[in-house]
C-alpha cells in the first residue's frame, strides 16, 4: 500500500496533512505519479486530492515549504521531496512536490577557485593609484605573458610606475590566496619588480641587475584578499631621469599565471562540491545537509573555475562532464557527487513485447577539444577516432567537444569521454515486462526502481546482433512511477540515451 504524507519541513515536527486514502481512484482522487531522474528524486505529482473548499483554502495557506513523503509498506520510503505548487482545481487541490535537487537552484554562487589566462588583467591607471603612468610604457597582453617595458626618452622614478592588476568577482565567496607564475626579468639595477595584494604590498620583490634573470613562483598570500592583486615595476629612485635604452631592452613578463582561491596546489571537483552543498546549507539550512559524507573523492587538478552568478546545479554538472561522475540528491537532503554507475540495484525482468530500431543520428566516432589559451582564442586538440566504430559503420562522423579550460590535457579527458559515450549506434526500443524481480529471483515492488538501478533482460533470445545485445542490460537515466494503473515507465542511460522502456504490471491493460 503506498501513502502520501505532507509535513511542515524536512524534520518533520508536524505532519498538515495524509493523503493516502485519497489517492486511490474509486474515492475520486487518483493520478499520483512520483520519479527519479539522474540528480535524484524528481517530480511528484496528484493531480487531484478530492476536499471541500474550506480545506483546501488550509492547504494553500499552508507556511513554508512542506515535506512531502510517499512510502510503500514493502519498499519503504520510495520518494521525498518539497511541495512548491498547490493549484485549486474542481473537487480539491492539485499539488507538485519537487526533489531536494532543487535546493541547488535557489541561489547563484560567486567564486574564484582557479583562473589561469590574461582576460582578467587589466592596466593599472591613476584612478587606481596616483604613481601610474602607463602612458610611458610599452605593454601588452598576449600569449606570451603580461609584458611591460620603458619606452626610451621617458623620465622616470618611483612616482612613474606601471602596473598589471587582477581583480576577483566582487563579492566572491573564495578570496585570492595562492597565485603560481613564471618571471622573466631583464632590468637596469636600482628598478624593481613586485608582486602587491591590496591587503598586503611585496608578497614577492625582484630587483634587476641589468642582465636576464627568471624563475618560476608559487606565493601563497600572507592574508586572503578579496580585492586586487597586481604586478608592479618601476624605476625605485625618487628622482626622475631619462630612460635611455631602446624600448624593449629592458623589461618585466609575467607569464603562465593561475590566480587561486585556495592555498593547496590543486582544485578538486569534490572540494567545490562540498563547498557548494555548505553554502546552498548556509543560506537554506533545511533544503540540503551541509555533509559531505557522500562526496567523493576526486584527481584531476581543474584549472579554471571561476563562477559569477552561476547556481550550484550549473556549476555540479559542468563538474559532471569534466570528472565522469554523478550528483544528486535522495534522502536526508544529502548532496551526493560520486563515479557515475557506482552505486544502484540490479533488477530482472522478462520481456513480453520487444520492438527495436536502430539509430545513426548521435553516432560522432571522431572528435576534437575546442580549449581557449590565456587570451580567450579557441585553440582544438588532435583529434581522437574510434578505430572499431569508423569500420564497423563505414562512417567516420566528426563533432567537437567544447570545454572552458586553457588546460590541453583536461580538453583531451573531456573529449575521449565524450567519445566514449557516442561512438555507437543508438538504439531504440518499446519494450514490455509484467514483473520486477531481484537477483534472488523474489518479486520486488515497481515502486523501488529508481534512476541509475539496472535492468537486465534476462529472456532476450542469445541469437541477436551485438547493437541491438547492448538492450539486454541497461542503467536507468530516468523512472517515472503512475500509481493507477500501475505502471513504471523507464529511461535507460547512455550509452542508449533514446533507449524507451515501458514495464507494466500484469492487469494494467497493457500489451
Keep these: 500500500m503506498i501513502s502520501v504524507q505532507i509535513f511542515d519541513s524536512p524534520d ?58 510517499v512510502s510503500d509498506n514493502i519498499a519503504g520510503i520510495c520518494w521525498e521531496g518539497r511541495l512548491e505548487d498547490r493549484e485549486q482545481v474542481a473537487g480539491g487541490v492539485g499539488l507538485t512536490a519537487l526533489g531536494y535537487a532543487r535546493a541547488l537552484g535557489d541561489v547563484p554562487y560567486t567564486a574564484l577557485w582557479s583562473e589561469t589566462g590574461y582576460g582578467r588583467w587589466r592596466v593599472g591607471v591613476q584612478d587606481d593609484a596616483a604613481t601610474m603612468r602607463p602612458e610611458r610604457w610599452q605593454s601588452s597582453a598576449g600569449v606570451d605573458g603580461l609584458y611591460a617595458a620603458p619606452r626610451k626618452g621617458e623620465d622616470f622614478s618611483s612616482s612613474h610606475r606601471f602596473a598589471w592588476y587582477y581583480e576577483p568577482p566582487d563579492d566572491a565567496v573564495q578570496e585570492i590566496s595562492r597565485i603560481e607564475f613564471d618571471w622573466e626579468l631583464n632590468l637596469p639595477t636600482g628598478w624593481t619588480a613586485r608582486l602587491d595584494a591590496e591587503s598586503n604590498s611585496a608578497e614577492w620583490i625582484e630587483t634587476g641587475s641589468g642582465a636576464l634573470d627568471s624563475g618560476s613562483e608559487t606565493v601563497t598570500l600572507t592574508a586572503s584578499d578579496e580585492g586586487w592583486i597586481r604586478f608592479l615595476v618601476f624605476r625605485s629612485n625618487a628622482t626622475a631621469a631619462e630612460y635611455t635604452g631602446e624600448t624593449g631592452d629592458s623589461y618585466l613578463l609575467i607569464s603562465n599565471i593561475r590566480v587561486m582561491g585556495v592555498t593547496g596546489s590543486a582544485v578538486a571537483a569534490d572540494d567545490i562540491a562540498a563547498a557548494l552543498a555548505a553554502f546552498v546549507n548556509g ?59 557506482s552505486w544502484g540495484k540490479t533488477y530482472y525482468v522478462d520481456v513480453t513485447s520487444l520492438q527495436v530500431q536502430k539509430s545513426l543520428e548521435p553516432l560522432r566516432n571522431s572528435a576534437y577539444g575546442a580549449y581557449q589559451d590565456a587570451n580567450g582564442r579557441t585553440l582544438r586538440t588532435d583529434v581522437a577516432d574510434d578505430e572499431f566504430s569508423q569500420e564497423q559503420h563505414g562512417l567516420i562522423r566528426r563533432t567537437a567537444v567544447s570545454v572552458r579550460t586553457t588546460d590541453e590535457t583536461q580538453a583531451e579527458a573531456h573529449r575521449d569521454a565524450y567519445l566514449a559515450d557516442n561512438s555507437t549506434y543508438a538504439i531504440r526500443a518499446s519494450v514490455v515486462f509484467t514483473a520486477l524481480y531481484n537477483e534472488s529471483g523474489g518479486r520486488v515492488p515497481l515502486t523501488a526502481l529508481r534512476a541509475h538501478d539496472t535492468i537486465v533482460l534476462r529472456n532476450l533470445p542469445p541469437m541477436v546482433s551485438a547493437d541491438v545485445a547492448t538492450i539486454r542490460e541497461f542503467m536507468l537515466a530516468r523512472c517515472e512511477y503512475q500509481a493507477a494503473p500501475e505502471v513504471i515507465w523507464v529511461e535507460p542511460d547512455v550509452p542508449i540515451p533514446t533507449l524507451v522502456t515501458m514495464i507494466a504490471r500484469e492487469g494494467a491493460g497493457l500489451s
Excluded at 508536524?14 to 474515492?27: C, F, G, V
Excluded at 531522474?37 to 524528481?42: D, I, K, L, R, Y
Excluded at 540540503?288 to 559569477?308: F, K
Design 12 to 69: 518533520k515536527n508536524q505532519r498538515l496533512a495524509d493523503y493516502t486514502t485519497r489517492i486511490h481512484p474509486s474515492r475520486g482522487g487518483g493520478g499520483l505519479t512520483f520519479g527519479s531522474g539522474p540528480h535524484g528524486f524528481a517530480a511528484c505529482s496528484l493531480p487531484l486530492v478530492p476536499m471541500g473548499l474550506r480545506e483546501s483554502l488550509t492547504v494553500l495557506g499552508w507556511p513554508g515549504v512542506p515535506h512531502v513523503v
Design 283 to 341: 543560506v537554506n539550512d533545511d533544503q540540503l545537509s551541509d555533509s559531505a559524507a557522500l562526496i567523493e573523492a576526486s584527481t584531476d587538478d581543474l584549472y579554471d573555475e571561476l563562477y559569477g552568478d552561476e547556481y550550484p546545479a550549473d556549476i555540479l554538472d559542468r563538474l559532471v562532464g569534466l570528472t565522469g561522475f554523478e550528483w544528486g540528491v535522495w534522502h536526508n537532503q544529502l548532496l551526493h557527487f560520486r563515479e557515475k554507475g
